[in-house]
C-alpha cells in the first residue's frame, strides 16, 4: 500500500460544509438501505420445491399457539428431517407462535437441512424455565454441515426479566449467566438469512467455531437498555460473510473474538449500540488471534463506539490485517478507538506488561459526527504499542458543533489524503520514522 504523509486544508469550513453533505446523504441512503432490507413475507421462500421432503411441524404434534410446549415436537421433526438421506425442509407456519424451552439442533445429518421459521419462535418469559438446563444457550444447532436457516419470521428472547435481574442493570444483583437466543457451533457452510431476532435474553446470534458462514438480511433488535445484548457474535469461526443486516441492540451490533479470521461485514446498519467491535480479547491472560477483517459500507448512529478494537491489559496474541471503510457515523461516542487498556469489571484492572499486539489497522473514508470531544482514540500499550495504522479520507466533526481531536499513546502509523481532526500518530513510512510533537505531547485538536 501506498502511504504518504497528510497534507491538511486551511478551510475548515468547507470541510464541514462536505461532511455534513456525507451525513445528510448517508441518512438518505439508510432510509432507502432500511427499505432494501424490509424481510420478504413469511413463507414467501421460493425454494422450497428444491427440496424432494417438506415436514411441516404441525404435522407431526406441535401446537403454535404460543402457550403449549412445543420443544419436543419440533426436536423429534428435526430428528426425523436429520436422518433422512434425501433433503429436507422443516417448516414452521405463518401465523403461528411456537413456544421453544432450551432446544437442541445435533449433527451430523444425513443430508441438507433447511429450517424455514415463516411464522415466530418464543422464549418462555421465566428464567425459571432454565432450571436444571445449560444456562448459556436456547436454540443451538450445532456440528450440521449445509444447514439454511431462513423463512422471514421472528425469533423473540423475551429477555426483559433477564435484564432485569442482571448485575450490569443492577450492581446488588448477583451475576449470573443468560442465554445467547441462537447458537450456532462447530456448523460448516451454513446460510442465515431472512429473519428478524429481537429481545434476546443476553447475545442474539453467535457464530462459534464456524467455517464458511453467510448471514444476510437479518434484523436484530432490543433495546439500547439492555445488558450484553451483542447483536452478532463472531468466535473461533472463519469465512464469515455479514452483509444487509439492521442491528440495534444494547451491546455490540457485531462482535469478534478468539481466533477468527477472513471475516467480511458489508452494508450494516448499526445503532444504538456499542458499535462494530473487534474483542474484547485477552482477558484473564488468555490468548487471541484475530485477522483478515474487513468492515465495507456501514451506518453507525448513536452508538457508544463507533469501530473499535478492545483488549484486556495481560493478554497475548495479535489483532492484524483489519481494513475499515466506507462508514458513516451520527452522533457516535468514540467513532474510531483502539483501546488497550479495556477492563470491563466493578473493580480497577491492574496494570500488567503483555498485552494482544495490535497492527496494520487501516481506516478509509471514515465520516461524519462524533458525540464526543475525542472522535479517535488510539490507546495502545506501552509494551506492545500499535504499529502499521492507517488513516485515509477521514471527517469526524462534533456532533454538538464544538471541539473534536484525536488522541494518540504508544500509537504509530501514517495517513494520506485529508485527515480530520488531525492525527497524533508518531509517524512511519518506508524511508523514515518521523514523530510529530503537538503542543500537548500526545494529542491533536481542532475546533470549528
Known amino acids: 500500500m501506498r502511504r504518504r504523509r497528510a497534507h491538511f486544508s486551511p478551510a475548515p469550513f468547507i470541510l464541514h460544509v462536505n461532511v455534513l453533505l456525507f451525513v445528510c446523504s448517508n441518512f438518505v441512503l439508510a432510509e432507502r438501505f432500511d427499505s432494501l432490507l424490509r424481510l420478504p413475507r413469511p413463507g414467501s421462500i421460493t425454494s422450497r420445491s428444491k427440496s424432494k421432503i417438506v415436514l411441516s411441524v404441525d404435522d407431526h404434534g406441535a401446537r403454535g399457539d404460543g402457550i403449549s410446549d412445543d420443544t419436543a415436537a419440533v426436536g423429534n421433526v428435526w430428528k426425523l428431517a436429520c436422518s433422512l438421506s434425501a433433503p429436507a425442509r422443516i417448516l414452521l407456519s405463518s401465523g403461528k407462535t411456537y413456544l421453544f424451552r432450551s432446544i437442541d439442533f445435533a449433527g451430523p445429518c444425513q443430508s441438507k437441512v433447511t429450517v424455514e421459521i415463516a411464522g415466530s419462535i418464543v422464549a418462555p418469559e421465566d428464567p425459571e424455565a432454565w432450571e436444571g438446563l445449560n444456562p448459556h444457550r436456547w436454540i443451538y444447532f450445532h456440528g450440521v454441515k449445509h444447514l439454511t ?166 493478554g497475548g496474541g495479535s489483532v492484524t490485517n483489519v481494513i475499515f471503510q466506507n462508514v458513516g457515523m451520527e452522533n457516535v461516542s468514540h467513532p474510531i478507538i483502539i483501546d488497550q487498556y479495556y477492563c470491563d469489571s466493578f473493580q480497577p484492572c491492574p496494570n500488567q506488561t503483555s498485552a494482544v499486539k495490535v497492527g496494520d489497522i487501516s481506516f478509509f473514508g471514515i465520516k461524519g459526527t ?69 503542543q500537548s505531547g500526545s494529542e491533536n485538536v481542532h475546533s470549528f
Request: overall charge neutral.
Open 370 to 438: 462524533s458525540a464526543t470531544e475525542k472522535a479517535m482514540i488510539f490507546a495502545c500499550s506501552d509494551d506492545a504499542p500499535c504499529e502499521g495504522l492507517y488513516l485515509e479520507d477521514i471527517h469526524l466533526v462534533s456532533h454538538a458543533g464544538g471541539t473534536t481531536r484525536s488522541f494518540c499513546w504508544q500509537a504509530y502509523g501514517s495517513v494520506s489524503g485529508l485527515v480530520y481532526p488531525p492525527p497524533c500518530f508518531s509517524f512511519e513510512d518506508k524511508d523514515s520514522f518521523i514523530k510529530q510533537k503537538t
Open 149 to 314: 436457516v431462513e423463512g422471514g419470521g421472528k425469533i423473540n428472547g423475551m429477555g426483559r426479566e433477564w435484564w432485569d435481574r442482571s448485575c450490569k442493570t443492577n450492581a446488588t444483583n448477583p451475576c449470573h449467566p443468560a442465554p445467547t437466543a441462537v447458537i450456532f457451533h462447530r456448523c460448516k457452510h451454513l446460510i442465515v438469512r431472512n429473519l428478524t431476532v429481537i429481545n434476546s435474553q443476553q447475545m442474539h446470534v453467535a457464530f462459534t467455531n464456524c467455517l464458511w458462514v453467510k448471514a444476510s438480511v437479518l434484523r436484530v433488535i432490543a433495546p439500547a437498555a439492555s445488558p450484553n445484548t451483542d447483536g452478532i457474535h463472531v468466535s473461533a469461526s472463519r469465512g464469515v460473510q455479514i452483509e444487509d443486516c439492521i442491528i440495534r441492540t444494547g451491546d455490540d451490533c457485531i462482535s469478534i473474538v478468539s481466533n477468527s479470521s477472513r471475516i467480511t461485514i458489508r452494508n450494516i446498519i448499526c445503532g444504538p449500540g456499542h458499535g462494530i467491535s473487534i474483542g474484547s480479547l485477552g482477558k484473564l491472560k488468555s490468548w487471541a488471534e484475530v485477522h483478515d477483517v474487513v468492515v465495507h459500507g456501514a451506518l453507525v448512529s448513536n452508538t457508544e463506539n463507533g469501530l473499535r478494537i478492545k483488549t484486556w491489559q495481560g
